[in-house]
């Protein structure tokens, strides 16, 4: 049988009944009942409460650790420190994962956890900690990057030699790595520009925001077998990384994911679960740990801030023969800022063949970094879609005409290195570029704008499973993390390929002993890859029916089609037979046969990039620098709307979230290295009343290597959105901000500057 | 937390003996929406606290010689639906309203709101241009004392140990008065002020402005009442000529510090904006009274 | 540690008791004494509304609220809000309207959607923009959370 993957059986002309239409989420009447389980929601009997103790020191040496009086203290039942970890090299990615679940020889941030305590309540949990007696050497700290890469900055690790420069220096850096990406001649494009833009951009850190905390119960048996119960984005990565640092086998840790209250990017990477885990291996009984917001904040994995040099040439009739960028991310205290998507994503929408960029990793004293939604790229493409507006500006172009005159179409080969298939730049484009939003007049007093962006959107290791019971109805297992609605969509594609109504479609989110492994939900997969495999798994369902069938009729295989929720012959020369239901065919053969059902696991190619273009009407408040954001419009390629309330959702959830990085979101730090404002009140995020309605237009340019067409739509609204805010302030007081977040003082100092009336 | 205490006595004699033989670190708990969040941080752990919720005076708000006594421990929701207080004193309702979220006001009180002596505090501001008097009372009986004598610094005030308020009165107003309240923060809502500006002003009949009280908030340790604001507006029509004099006098006695919600030099500048726009609420009030 | 205290209450009318220590917050207490873990924590400082409930008809955030405050008081939590099998007309708009994605806050705006419609049966968008300001919401962008919100009200209304 020829593989989903190498032929989807995508059909534009099928008349599909389910895929597209938009009925009411399964999983949805646990939410709105508060049934619904969440990682702090579960309870067992005896469980123990876990709180974990944190270095209050940006950067310092651990020199000893004396849990000693907290052991004593009645009701404590377990204490863990760096003692009860394997031994793991430094410098390799378990030893990096193991430092950051637990600090080893130093702590490399303020709220690194040092040592942990289980205990039958969590105010005698919290009275331990404080009996717990550390001896740090304070070290100095550093925590800007550019800080970090000069010459004499405090270094965080002995062993780092900055990867990929020709004869590095042999000594301790905090340079992680250095790539350079580029294709074609940029000296050459360059010369052949009219008109050359260079600016620098910087963004500060944020965080991805999830409104649940993380939270996990671990329990143990006395012979080793491990049950994780936590909210995730990947069950299966949590268990194979616990078998790295723990040394204990896959097939005796069971991760069991809960509903997740938000990830964003932030829960592919485990914090509390394995310091829960050691515990409840000492206590011998089930240990929750549930993190404070103030520890999220601190001590899970935020958002990388950025330094960018962008350089962009274009003729004066508007093709843009050069573009040249300087990228430093910083990493936090461990490498794994996932850079590289920088360089990568960051001009790849527009045809260019003459591209060069250099961009640097750095570490510094503050938490690891994790993604947010499309790591690394929504930084960068502030800066560029600003200075292609620049460019625009000074041709004379509409700013929409001049991305339209550059957009990258199928065929294109990109930086790194693949080709284009179908692709609906353009049509995004030319949709916007129509759009009401566009065509109506800016308001007297306002500024618009607009920006681009491009996400490669992913594939990658996935696994399901589909049983179909003895009266027809199905259940799926599905791996990966249901974020916000692919549960329901993936059961629409099964309830399409089947031919039965989604209402006989139920899914469960599996855990890793149930399926075979699944990479993180991330990069926007879920939905096309997951989906793939339950399309397939149906498919090989099918074809077990088909056989059935003809069992049951006595002919042949080949004389037997499916269609439309039925198993009928081929032909008239096949016979004449009575179309058999799934139900029936599943009753007649359960007890001969078993049961019936496909299962796939691949590693799935053939993700479609999406591309969306935002618009964006402000005010910018002369006196206070307060930016009001008026009216703002999503226009993005969906491939395929599977379940359009569900794509809309992503749109406008991704813009929000662009909105509050742009205007307010950032981390601040003290002199001391201590993060200083850990908490909501003072970590801005959009509130109702901060934001408009926002409108969205869905484009639909197939990806025809999906049997539907989709795209995955999760990550490209956060791309363009602060570019295309800082574009529309620029329109409205005439200059276009260069750091992020565009906050009232910077804001108001900016106007002050120019004088701006 | 070891060794919490909690008591809700039913009597105002209850509440002043605990608090005297209090042990010291012991709070008031009225609508603890500061309380339990500095617990909850770790930033206190006091031994006692004295919900005094129970004592039905302290959350009413009554008519009082052609004014008002609103108890100390009311809700912000309680004052915010008081048809005649609202009428009376809109610029204190406003800052009712900007005390955190509906949420927030259905416990927080300003009687906590002021004690708890953060500068930034938005009713604050109101309270001191209305002109209020705290109602103290305390082992040595009872007091009543401007309120803008309370704060003497962030997270102190100048209540001596046992003593509590009780209430605020609200003097009757004068024909012809307004008062507004007006903050800038970053987003719409759930921010601390940056800046915080309440003003009430009396106005005689022919426009002219009698009476002025000036409060800034959030530029200096304590609320500032800044008599050189009020003298901006005595004697004038509030005309831009008055307002920008206010307004400079305003940034000119802030002494606002550097951190993560506003810079100096930002809270200095938007402190003449607000105090322009605030009295121009307030004019605007007056004129409709 | 602290002595407990024996708290008696109403919770969803069904009456309930449950020992606490004086720290511990109503949302603590109804989710770990009484098992109740609709009501959501996000934050525990009261800035994200995640643990909204009703405490004697007043809408609180539970995190604000002490456990030994609550003797004596009718609460309201998200699983009182159906009745029987017959889900409210919020519960029922966010799931046509697809108000909800990973489904944190939705007990929270939930409850307080419903008080701001008891009081304000026909709001305008900026009324209920800025009663919900207190509800943070990080993946829907509030945009489908006012539409839902929008339609129960139209049909409450009776105007469905």
């Known amino acids: 049988m020829t593989s989903i993957l190498d032929k989807s059986g995508f059909n534009p002309d099928r008349k599909l009944k389910i895929v597209g239409t938009s009925p009411v989420k399964h999983d949805g009447i646990d939410k709105v009942t508060g049934r619904a389980r969440f990682g702090a929601d579960l309870y067992l009997p005896g469980m123990l409460i876990g709180k974990i103790l944190r270095s209050p020191h940006a950067h310092a040496r651990i020199k000893s650790i004396d849990t000693s009086e907290a052991a004593k203290l009645p009701g404590v039942k377990a204490v863990v420190t760096r003692d009860d970890f394997p031994e793991i090299k430094a410098g390799t990615m378990a030893g990096d994962m193991t430092r950051n679940a637990m600090a080893r020889e130093k702590a490399l941030y303020d709220g690194h956890p040092v040592a942990a305590v289980a205990a039958t309540s969590e105010s005698i949990a919290k009275a331990a900690l404080k009996l717990i007696k550390v001896d740090y050497e304070v070290l100095p700290h550093v925590i800007d990057p550019a800080e970090a890469m000069a010459p004499g900055a405090p270094i965080l690790h002995d062993h780092v030699r900055t ?157 843009i023969t050069a573009a040249e960028a300087e990228l430093i991310f910083q990493t936090g205290a461990f490498t794994g800022s996932m850079f590289i998507n920088a360089p990568q994503a960051m001009f790849t929408r527009y045809n260019l063949k003459n591209v060069k960029t250099v961009s640097y990793e750095v570490v510094s004293n503050r938490p690891k970094v994790n993604s947010f939604r499309a790591p690394c790229v929504p930084q960068v493409v502030f800066g560029v879609e600003g200075v292609i507006d620049e460019l625009a500006r000074k041709i004379g172009m509409d700013p929409i005409e001049l991305r ?264 601040f730090y003290g002199p001391d290295g201590r993060l200083q404002n850990a908490s909501f009140l003072d970590y801005r995020m959009p509130v109702a009343s901060d934001v408009p309605m926002i409108g969205t237009e869905i484009v639909e340019v197939p990806n025809p290597r999906h049997p539907y067409g989709l795209r995955g739509v999760g990550e490209v609204p956060v791309v363009p959105t602060m570019a295309a805010i800082a574009n529309a302030i620029g329109n409205a007081i005439g200059i276009r901000p260069q750091s992020l977040p565009m906050s009232p003082p910077r804001l108001l100092k900016l106007m002050d500057d120019a004088k701006v009336k | 937390m070891q060794g919490l205490r909690y008591e809700a006595p039913t009597t105002i004699e209850a509440v002043v003996a605990l608090l005297t033989g209090a042990p010291a670190g012991s709070r008031i708990l009225a609508g603890g929406t500061d309380v339990i969040v500095q617990m909850e941080t770790d930033l206190i752990e006091p031994p006692l606290l004295v919900d005094i919720k129970k004592i039905a005076e302290l959350r009413q708000i009554t008519q009082e010689s052609g004014g008002f006594r609103v108890g100390a421990a009311t809700s912000g929701m309680d004052i915010v639906r008081h048809a005649a207080f609202c009428k009376a004193w809109p610029g204190i309702i406003d800052g009712v309203k900007l005390i955190g979220s509906i949420q927030v006001k259905g416990r927080a009180s300003i009687g906590g709101n002021l004690c708890n002596g953060s500068p930034a505090a938005d009713s604050v501001p109101a309270i001191i241009a209305a002109g209020a ?38 003097p009757p107003r004068p024909a012809h008065s307004g008062d507004a309240y007006q903050r800038f923060t970053p987003r719409t809502e759930m921010d601390i002020a940056v800046v915080g500006v309440g003003i009430n002003l009396t106005l005689d009949g022919s426009g002219t402005c009698t009476a002025a009280r000036v409060a800034l908030g959030a530029v200096a340790p304590t609320v500032l009442l800044v008599k050189e604001c009020a003298d901006a507006l005595i004697g004038s029509k509030v005309d831009d000529h008055a307002l920008e004099r206010l307004a400079a006098a305003a940034s000119a006695a802030c002494r606002p510090i550097d951190d993560k919600r506003g810079t100096k030099e930002y809270r200095i500048k938007v402190a003449g904006v607000l105090a322009r726009r605030t009295a121009v609420e307030a004019l605007a009030r007056a004129r409709q009274n | 540690m602290s002595k407990k205290h024996h708290i008696t209450t109403t919770v969803n009318g069904d009456e309930c008791d449950f020992l606490c220590e004086p720290q511990q917050t109503l949302l603590d207490c109804l989710r770990d004494e009484l098992m109740l873990s609709g009501t959501k924590e996000g934050c525990a400082t009261g800035d994200c509304g995640a643990c909204t409930v009703m405490v004697d008809s007043v809408m609180v955030c539970s995190c604000l609220v002490l456990g030994v405050e609550v003797d004596g008081a009718n609460i309201d939590t998200i699983e009182g809000m159906a009745k029987g099998n017959e889900l409210h007309p919020l519960q029922r708009h966010f799931l046509e309207l697809n108000g909800l994605q990973c489904g944190i806050c939705t007990p929270g705006i939930l409850i307080a959607a419903r008080e701001l419609l008891a009081r304000n049966p026909d709001p305008t968008e900026t009324e209920i923009r800025y009663w919900l300001a207190g509800n943070l919401c990080r993946c829907t962008g509030y945009d489908k959370i006012i539409r839902s919100v929008q339609a129960a009200a139209k049909e409450m209304r009776g105007n469905a």
């Open chain 1, 163 to 319: 990867k990929g420069v020709k004869d590095a220096a042999d000594k301790p850096t905090n340079v992680i790595e250095r790539l350079d990406i580029a294709m074609g001649d940029v000296v050459k494009g360059f010369a052949e520009a009219e008109i050359i833009v260079e600016r620098e951009f910087d963004t500060k850190p944020m965080h991805q925001g999830y409104i649940e905390p993380q939270a996990c119960v671990a329990q143990a048996t006395e012979d080793g077998q491990i049950e994780l119960w936590c909210c995730t984005q990947g069950p299966w990565v949590f268990r194979d990384r616990l078998t790295e640092i723990l040394k204990i086998d896959a097939a005796k840790i069971r991760v069991q994911q809960s509903e997740m209250g938000g990830g964003f990017g932030g829960k592919t990477g485990f914090y509390g679960e394995p310091v829960a885990v050691q515990l409840a291996r000492k206590a011998k009984r089930p240990v929750k740990i549930t993190l404070t917001r103030n520890e999220v904040f601190r001590a899970t994995g935020p958002v990388s801030g950025t330094k960018s040099r962008i350089k962009m040439g274009i003729t004066k009739d508007g093709v």
């Open chain 1, 404 to 667: 339209l005159r550059n957009a990258a179409t199928e065929g294109y080969k990109t930086i790194y290195g693949e080709t284009f298939g179908p692709i609906g730049f353009v049509e995004t484009l030319e949709a916007a570029k129509k759009s009401d939003h566009y065509n109506s007049p800016v308001p007297k007093g306002q500024g618009r704008g607009v920006a681009a962006g491009f996400w490669f959107n992913r594939g990658g290791e996935t696994t399901g499973t589909l049983n179909i019971a003895i009266d027809g109805s199905v259940t799926l297992i599905l791996g990966t993390t249901d974020v916000a609605g692919s549960r329901i969509s993936i059961s629409m594609m099964a309830a399409e390929e089947l031919g039965i109504p989604v209402d006989k479609v139920r899914a469960i989110m599996a855990d890793t002993h149930s399926l075979g492994y699944n990479r993180v939900t991330a990069g926007s997969r879920t939905t096309f890859a997951t989906g793939m495999v339950i399309v397939d798994s149906a498919r090989k369902a099918i074809t077990e029916l088909c056989k059935r069938a003809a069992g049951i009729w006595g002919v042949p295989e080949e004389g037997v089609t499916f269609e439309d929720g039925y198993c009928r012959p081929a032909s008239s020369n096949v016979g004449t037979f009575e179309p058999l239901t799934i139900a029936q065919i599943a009753a007649k053969t359960m007890a001969s046969h078993g049961a019936i059902a496909g299962h796939s696991e691949m590693s799935v190619t053939g993700a479609g990039p999406g591309f969306g273009l935002h618009i964006v009407d402000v005010e910018v408040d002369r006196e206070t620098g307060r930016v009001d954001i008026k009216r703002y419009t999503v226009v993005e390629d969906a491939g395929k709307a599977i379940h359009p309330l569900q794509v809309e959702g992503q749109f406008q959830g991704g813009a929000v979230q662009g909105i509050g990085w742009a205007l307010n979101e950032e981390y």
């Open chain 2, 133 to 170: 008097i705290a109602r103290v009372i305390g082992p040595n009986g009872v007091r009543e004392v401007k309120v803008e004598t309370i704060p003497v610094g962030p997270g102190k005030t100048s209540l001596a140990k046992g003593e509590f308020i009780a209430s605020f009165f609200l």
